[in-house]
């Protein structure tokens, strides 16, 4: 591992505290009875209804691509279901055909969480038969690093649905320009990017969550609430579970992690996705977007800085056959944010990149600070209506790590 990615990984786990993703060990005991303890862990798939889904969807049909820290393609959840990938970053072998190897596993759980098949008593994903392409694009990189955006274009030509980017770093100006080139020839290709909004806390947009188009998602606790410490802002689009998530341990794969963060709301949103497009094959990008949108969740406004449109709720989809796919042609979410006033917190809009030219320099976005947020958001997962009763301050968290991209 390079130098500094040792000492942004030290200082990502100081900003992080009482956030730690690892919130608890467990030792895998017999295939028989660990497969009935982690199907309880998983408390997100009742939630969600999983197991009526999976009558009518399993995701079948549809590539996820992964851009992390690479997937292993031997633990046994994933066992045939992982395509052979490219690697994009300077770590594990060089640019390349991916190698395998994850040793950090965040790329790994992700792809779990999204198509694990829950074989020797593992993690079942939302879509257990979707197909994961690995893109390695490194662990702490650089912002808007060619890595990243190589990765999504690769991603696009290789024929995935679905983009999951559970990573998030501040914004840089510099580069917002091919940002918003490599998703627009994403949306023009049909394609789908969800990535993960942050975990600081912070009315802080990060990116490339902020990017217009992209779908940014925020966490939810096991109560369906909004977790206190997902990022939120006007970018916001949707919710997931992102709270006791069970994932292989970064120190010994055969152990399982409870693990937290908008990295794993964004993969069940990247594979209710690739459920709804699986049962729905003739559906466009904005058919399958509009419908998660209009059948999300909330309570009180909408959008909500928090939550965006609301919890991901696939169930009112497949089940009830709720939500109008719409106008095939027509991004739902960018046709919001062309309706919302910009403000210096947000990304440029659809219509102008935000780099420097013709209109000037981009402006600065504002200092992150802390700020006043529901404890209790009301944002149900399966359409029970909690209201709101406490407001409790967030303490700020000062980026240390400079332009570089978290995982989120």
Known sequence: MPPHARVLRRRAAGLLGAMAAVVATWTVAAPAA??????????????MKADELWKVSTGKGITVAVLDT?????????????LPGR???????????????????????????????????GVKGIAPDATILPVKTGDYVVFGNSATLKGIRYAVDSGARVINISSAGP?????????????SYAQQKGVLIFAGAGNDG??????????????????????????????YGSHLALAAPGV??????????????????????????????????????????NQVLRVM?????HVGEVPSKYIGYGSI????????????????????????????????????????????????????????????????????????????VAVVAVIGVVVAAGKRNRRA
């Open 171 to 183: 914004a840089d100006h510099g580069t917002d320009r091919d940002w918003q080139e490599v998703v």
């Open 313 to 388: 709720r696939p169930a009112q989809i497949l089940l009830e056959g709720k939500g109008d796919p719409g106008d095939p042609n027509v991004n739902p979410l960018l046709a919001a944010q062309r309706s919302q006033s910009p403000t210096p917190q947000t990304s440029p809009s659809p219509d102008s990149t935000g780099a420097s030219g013709d209109n000037g320099p981009a402006q600065e976005p504002k200092k992150p600070e802390s700020a006043a947020r529901p404890d209790e958001g009301g944002f149900p997962l399966w359409g029970i209506a909690v209201s709101a």
């Open 244 to 285: 006791e998530i069970p994932g292989r341990c970064t120190n010994d794969k055969t152990k399982y992690c409870a693990l937290q963060g908008t990295s794993q709301a964004t993969a069940l949103a990247s594979g209710s996705a690739a459920l709804i497009w699986s049962a729905h094959p003739d559906w466009t990008a």
């Open 293 to 297: 949108m209009e059948t999300a969740g």
């Open 70 to 82: 690479g997937v292993d393609s031997t633990v046994s959840e994933l066992g045939g279901k992982v």
């Open 34 to 47: 660990q497969a009935d303890d982690m199907r309880e862990r998983q408390w997100y798939l009742d939630a």
């Open 87 to 121: 690697n994009f970053s300077d770590s594990g072998g060089g640019p390349g055909r991916i190698d395998g190897r994850d040793d950090d596993r965040h790329g790994t759980n992700m792809a779990i969480a999204i198509a694990g098949n829950g074989a020797n008593g």
């Open 202 to 231: 912070l009315e802080m947009p990060q990116y490339p969550a902020a990017v217009p188009g992209v779908v940014a998602v925020g966490a939810l606790d096991t109560k369906g609430k909004v977790a206190k410490f997902s990022n």
